[in-house]
């Protein structure tokens, strides 16, 4: 059983940086795919972006330049460095670990609780 804790989230003006954490406890096999997906209120779930085990990461267009996924295999941490924030990125913020990222693209997997994230203009 893999338990995923996200942390990092909060409140910032525009323009600021956010760095969010996942902890994940379990074993994580180095061929798992893991990922950052939002989900903001009266919207869809999105995927923002994905670490495959093996393979180049991929992002959505809006946060490609902004954003730098990466993870630590040592240590079963996956980030997310946020910057140059916008309002429009405002959401609740989910880590997910799965057999593959299509996997996680179709809500399988494990998933965090979420942590909030709110960017003001």
Request: charged letters at 15%; glycine letters at 14%.
């Amino acid at each position: 059983q893999v338990q995923l804790v996200e942390s990092g989230g909060g409140s910032v003006q525009a323009g600021g940086s956010l760095r969010l954490s996942c902890a994940a406890s379990g074993y994580i096999y180095r061929s798992t795919c893991m990922g950052w997906f939002r989900q903001a209120p009266g919207k869809e779930r999105e995927g923002v972006a994905h670490v495959p085990g093996y393979g180049s990461t991929t992002y959505r267009d809006s946060v490609k330049g902004r954003f730098t996924i990466s993870r630590d295999n040592a240590h079963n941490t996956l980030y997310l460095q946020m910057n140059s924030l916008k309002p429009e990125d405002t959401a609740m913020y989910y880590c997910a670990a799965g057999d593959s990222c299509y996997a996680l693209d179709q809500g399988a997997g494990y998933w965090g609780q979420g942590t909030q994230v709110t960017v003001s203009s």
